[in-house]
């Protein structure tokens, strides 16, 4: 399995979000269910822009929802 070399809170962050569902992020950000899924697990690393849109569904800024692993 693949990991990308940074962290992201999306999970606890959707929770925080009124319990956010991932098929709303999803919906909220133009990507499948199964793609948010995959970023709160580690396994696929958001395009710049997707990062971003995530953000602003999530009302976070980008760094508390993606922190770089040293």
């Given at each position: ?31 499948t269910r199964q793609t948010i899924n995959a970023l709160e697990a580690g396994r696929y690393g958001p ?24």
């Open positions: 399995m693949t990991t990308t070399p940074f962290t992201n809170a999306i999970r606890k962050l959707r929770f925080e979000h009124n319990e956010m569902t991932q098929q709303a992020l999803a919906d909220a950000c133009g990507v395009s710049l822009e997707l990062a971003f849109r995530i953000a602003r569904a999530l009302d976070a800024e980008l760094t508390d929802v993606f922190q770089w692993q040293d």
